[in-house]
C-alpha cells in the first residue's frame, strides 16, 4: 500500500477504470461469442441481429477507450467474414 497520497487516490482510481474495463471487455466477449454460436448453428437472420448488438457493443468499448478503434474495427470485420462465410 502506498503512503504517498496522490498514489493512494490513484490507487483507488486505477481500481475502478479497471473494474470499469474489465466489465466493457466481458460485454464484447459474451457478444462475440454469441454471435459465433449462432453462426455455427447455421442461423443467419438471428446471426444478423446479433451482428449489429456485438458491432454496437465493440463500437462503445472503443469509445470509452477500452480498445484502440483499429483494434475495434477488426474485431468487427472478423465477426462480419464469419457470418459473410455463413451466407456463401
Known sequence: MPNIKSSIRSVKSDAERRARNFSAKSAVKTASRKLIEAIEAG???EAK????????????????????KNAAARRKSRLARKLNALAN
Do not use: M
Open 49 to 68: 441481429a446479433l451482428l449489429i448488438t456485438a458491432s454496437k457493443t465493440i463500437d462503445q468499448a472503443a469509445a470509452n477507450n477500452v480498445f484502440h
Open 43 to 45: 442461423n443467419a437472420d
